[in-house]
């Protein structure tokens, strides 16, 4: 017999199936990891198909050495999920399997942690035993009085309290035998009593309206604090009932404490977390879990879309309109169209759902692609939030030039008398956003990257927030020696400070990326907040999903526009997204929630909308201009990427690819509504120098023009030069 065999080399030379020999001493499953010799070493690669012979002869062929796991790591399902996704998104075969399988399985850092007991054997007679021990032997009649009420102890334990000297010796005599068992390391989770909630007729409307035994997209639209996650944990518990397992993905931002409880506490340790907070071996354990069918139910970001669960019963995907569904980096893929195959694979439901929903997948619900589930009040009855917004033009010409508000800082006063709390919410880190020269004009800038550094005052140091990169502040322009330094907008510490000097009494809370890098970070900065009246939390988008405070009483938006203005034609989308989200932080429970929008531009139809939380009103006029402008959903934006350390390189690939891919454009030109090359708005980062062709087509002939395009672009990678093809990417930047 024989096996192909993809070798996990991340080359595009070495991206194609090699047959080995499959000696008589082995069984091998497809998907099965293997030790395999190539060229002149050994290297893990996996199965992806048995068959009976080879088209190259047996001579030429080399023997599988060994099988790595005494299981098929990759299962059946996920091996024609490795198909679909190489077609739909041109990746290498290695990159795809990789995503299947934990980076601590493959590097083999990782492996099962075991611990040692000890059990009683019940044949020997302990109390004849007993009668033969002499008086000075103190531990070993303590341990035989400790084998009467316990027949299995912890061996270290037993080591620690009777010394090893004893222990050693009735393991000798045969009182004592040792054995193993595989410790599992779980995530930390606080077990909460379990609530039973009676399920409000929207509610119920939404989880009968999920039909659980045929394969179909629902968009479940609800407000925030209307009750969707108890929507999805019982939609589960029917999945489960029926012997079938689940996956629910929320953004990795979302994943917060709460939500992990909630789904803890319900389904106990049916339930895997995927998300990268874990710690090496925690991830390992709960993906094994998963595999070997003693977890049934993955919950986490992105990446658990690739769970190793058989039998998938429902995918759930909350807050389906969240650009991190959408891989950035390489390997590059869309969760909603991988989830999509997988539950086509197994003739079951995919479940959309948001508060705000992608302005994509609601259209699709309006043409009957997707099937729409409303739930347009809160669970507990409560209005949503009053939204005032606030004019800072206005403010200015009235002497404040200060980051809050006058009416942002009366009601936070106020909030802080009542001994309640507030979130104000900026989505941007740091302290500010750059430093210049009043003088001369110069802006400090990444020498890696073309993007300006961002001050942090923590630190007193320059970060460049696309490399990482460190930087001294600057003191003095290094262009023209000017001591006059400006700094750029405020950031997240900047806010933190301002609040400090207004409430010096106060428990004020930062969370953004910088304050959130160690292992349960978040759970302790939530916690903390939690647990302190009065109290204000300041942070970026992590602060604006999955939250449910009950003493949350004040939201502050402190720049609006931020994501408003942006060069994207999905800007108005987000930020009504990031608006309304944010928003709904604020009196979820019985108390009454206000939220202070500071803009400046209030008249500007997002605010209308979002402040009255109209999203059908926002939605048709956005869907509107989408189809006068053709952008999508009605067409397919693609984004040739190409980046190297030489710029001439750079410059010469992309006139190259764009001169081939003008003949695409000729051939259907009817069908394109926009094609050109460009240096990428930012032009360079990690020292590589970016350039880009974007490209606007009809829907109806994708399949087609992608094919062309995938065939021009792979025609011209090289090792000193990366091209990547993304389909309707998220940033264009």
């Known amino acids: 017999m024989f096996a192909e065999v993809i070798v996990d080399i991340l080359n595009s030379e070495t991206d194609k199936v090699f047959d080995y020999i499959i000696p008589d001493n082995l069984k091998l499953i497809e998907g099965t990891r293997v030790l395999v010799p190539f060229g002149n070493r050994k290297i893990e690669g996996y199965v992806i198909k048995i068959k009976s012979d080879s088209s190259v002869s047996k001579e030429k062929l080399k023997e599988v050495i060994k099988p790595i796991d005494n299981y098929a790591a990759i299962l059946p399902e996920m091996l024609k999920l490795k198909d679909f996704m190489t077609r739909r998104y041109n990746l290498r075969v290695a990159d795809t399997l990789r995503l299947f399988i934990p980076s601590e399985m493959r590097s083999g850092k990782v492996k099962p942690i075991f611990k040692t007991y000890c059990k009683l054997n019940e044949n020997f007679n302990l109390e004849e035993f007993a009668l033969t021990l002499k008086k000075n032997a103190v531990k070993q009649m303590e341990l035989v009085l400790f084998l009467r009420e316990h027949k299995i102890a912890d061996f270290t334990l037993l080591n620690k309290d009777f010394g090893a000297q004893a222990v050693k010796k009735f393991i000798d005599l045969g009182i004592l035998t040792t054995f193993q068992e595989e410790i599992t390391r779980s995530p930390d989770v606080l077990n909460h009593a379990k609530e039973h909630f009676v399920h409000t007729p929207e509610q119920e409307r939404a989880i009968t309206g999920v039909k659980l035994n045929e394969n179909c997209t629902y968009l479940i639209h609800g407000v925030t604090g209307s009750g969707k996650t108890e929507v999805y944990m019982t939609l589960i518990e029917n999945v489960l009932k029926n012997g079938k397992s689940a996956i629910m993905l929320v953004p990795e931002i979302s994943l917060t404490p709460q939500i992990m409880y909630n789904f803890k506490n319900r389904f106990g340790e049916n339930v895997a977390l995927l998300h990268s907070g874990l710690s090496a071996g925690e991830r390992y354990d709960e993906w094994r879990r998963l595999r070997n069918g003693k977890a049934k139910v993955a919950v986490g970001a992105r990446s658990a879309i690739f769970a190793p669960l058989e039998n998938v019963g429902i995918i759930i995907i909350d807050e389906e309109h969240d650009s991190s569904y959408s891989s950035e980096s390489n390997p590059r893929y869309k969760t909603v169209e991988v989830a999509d195959f997988r539950t086509r694979y197994n003739s079951c439901p995919l479940v959309l759902g948001s508060a705000t929903p992608s302005i994509a997948s609601y259209y699709y619900s309006q043409i009957g692609k997707y099937k729409l589930l409303e739930l347009p009040t809160r669970a507990n009855g409560k209005d949503m939030p009053k939204i005032q917004i606030v004019d800072m033009l206005s403010e200015i010409r009235n002497g404040n030039n200060g980051i ?30 750059f430093m210049m020269c009043r003088k001369c004009g110069y802006v400090a800038k990444c020498t890696d990257c073309d993007v300006s550094l961002v001050y942090h005052k923590v630190e007193d140091k320059l970060k460049c927030h696309y490399c990482g990169k460190r930087f001294k502040a600057l003191t003095v322009c290094p262009e023209c020696g000017s001591h ?44 903390e907040f939690s647990n302190s009246h009065p109290a204000i939390l300041v942070g970026t988008q992590m602060i604006a999903k999955g939250h449910d405070f009950p003493d949350v009483t004040l939201v502050g938006i402190i720049d609006a526009d931020q994501s408003l203005y942006q060069s994207d034609y999905r800007s108005p989308e987000r930020a009504f997204a990031l608006i309304t989200q944010v928003s709904g932080r604020a009196g979820r429970k019985d108390l009454e929630g206000k939220v202070i929008l500071q803009t400046y531009n209030p008249r500007h139809y997002v605010y209308k909308f979002a402040s009255n939380y109209n999203y059908k009103a926002f939605y048709e006029k956005e869907i509107n201009l989408r189809e006068t402008t053709k952008f999508p959903p009605f067409t397919t934006i693609v984004r040739v990427l190409v980046s190297s350390e030489n710029e001439e390189i750079a410059k010469s690939a992309i006139r190259s690819i764009y001169n081939e891919l003008a003949d695409v454009y000729n051939n259907f030109r009817n069908d394109f509504y926009y094609f050109n090359a460009m240096k990428s708005p930012v032009g360079r980062i990690k020292n590589k120098t970016r350039y880009q062709i974007l490209m606007r087509f009809t829907k109806l002939k994708e399949s087609d023009i992608m094919e062309k395009i995938y065939s021009v672009a792979d025609s011209h990678k090289s090792a000193k030069l990366s091209i990547f093809v993304e389909i309707d990417p998220q940033n264009l930047s």
Do not use: W
């Open 404 to 433: 809050f508000s006058v009416a942002l800082r009366d009601e936070l006063a106020a909030c802080m008398r009542d001994k309640k709390q507030a979130m104000l919410f900026l989505n941007r880190r740091g302290y500010t956003s």
């Open 484 to 527: 006059e330094i400006r700094q750029g907008a405020i950031g997240t510490q900047r806010v933190v400070d301002e609040l400090r000097e207004l409430f010096p009494d106060v428990k004020i809370l930062r969370m953004d990326n910088d304050t959130t890098k160690n292992k349960n970070s978040h759970q302790k900065i939530l916690e």
